[in-house]
Each structure stands twice: as structure tokens, then as C-alpha cells.
């Protein structure tokens, strides 16, 4: 016959410890790969029309951006 356990309903046990963690981690990458919830998208600034020879390129304030953070 084997011993009687000990009552432990106020302690945790390391398989209890270990599964709320694994629970929280699964969630919190769940969450991760849902999209964020964001408000009405503001429209563009003003629509070019397409360019009559190709090309398309236009010096933009994010561009600009780019290039002073790759300044040495």
C-alpha cells in the first residue's frame, strides 16, 4: 500500500506552475499575430496620377527621412 499524500490546496505544484506559464506564453503570442485595432485610416495627402514615361519615384517626406538616418 502506498502513503497517503499530504493535503495541499494552498501550495502550488511545479506542474501547476509550469502550465499557468506555458497558458500565459501561448496567449501572449496569440496576441502577438492578431492585427492591432487602429481608428479610421486618414487618406493620403493628395493622389498623383500615374506618370505619362514610367518612372514614379517622388522625393517624399519619408524618404527624406531615410536618407538623413543614413548620413555618416
Given amino acids: ?10 501550495r502550488l505544484s ?4 509550469f502550465a499557468g506559464a506555458g497558458t500565459v506564453g501561448a496567449l501572449a503570442a ?3 499575430l ?4 487602429q481608428g479610421t ?5 493628395a493622389a498623383r496620377p500615374a506618370p505619362e514615361r514610367g518612372g514614379g519615384y517622388s ?3 519619408h524618404v527624406k527621412q531615410y ?3 543614413t548620413r555618416i
Fill in 14 to 17: 511545479r506542474r501547476t506552475l
Fill in 41 to 45: 485610416p486618414e487618406p493620403e495627402a
Fill in 67 to 69: 536618407y538623413k538616418t
Fill in 59 to 61: 522625393l517624399t517626406d
Fill in 30 to 32: 496569440a496576441t502577438s
Fill in 1 to 10: 500500500m502506498s502513503k497517503p499524500q499530504p493535503e495541499s490546496r494552498g
Fill in 34 to 37: 492578431l492585427p492591432s485595432v
